[in-house]
């Protein structure tokens, strides 16, 4: 069993920056590939981002990409999503989620077997 715990999400101006942490614990850490999945009111859960077991290997969505970051310390079990240049389109509930695999997969949340309780991102105009 794993448990994700995300925090970091909170209120920002557009144009802020927040950074969402989570941590992980139940198995190795380090074998598992990590992913940040978003939900707006009334919409689907989307991808945001992925990072391999090492680190080495990282995809975004095009939304987001040039501004947000995903990275991950595995000696303290944690990832991290950095994001800047935030818009209010970026408003939604925040997961991480993890799979049984190293490799990224192609983001799809159904590849992904333990999620987090996610945090609230608001971004205001």
């Known amino acids: 069993q794993v448990q994700l715990v995300e925090s970091g999400g909170g209120l920002v101006q557009a144009g802020g920056s927040l950074r969402l942490s989570c941590a992980a614990s139940?198995?190795?850490?380090?074998?598992?590939?990590m992913a940040w999945f978003r939900q707006a009111p009334g919409k689907e859960r989307e991808f945001v981002a992925a990072?391999?077991?090492?680190?080495?290997?990282?995809i975004y969505a095009d939304s987001v990409k040039g501004r947000f970051t995903f990275s991950r310390d595995n000696a303290k079990n944690t990832v991290y999503l950095q994001m800047n240049s935030l818009k209010p389109e970026d408003t939604a509930v925040y997961y991480c989620?993890?799979?049984?695999?190293?490799?990224?997969?192609?983001?799809?949340?159904?590849?992904?077997?333990?999620w987090g309780q996610g945090t609230q991102v608001t971004v205001s105009s």
């Open positions: 989620a993890t799979r049984s695999s190293s490799w990224i997969g192609s983001g799809s949340p159904t590849e992904y077997i333990y």
């Open positions: 139940g198995r190795t850490f380090s074998s598992n590939a």
């Open positions: 990072i391999s077991g090492s680190g080495g290997s990282k």
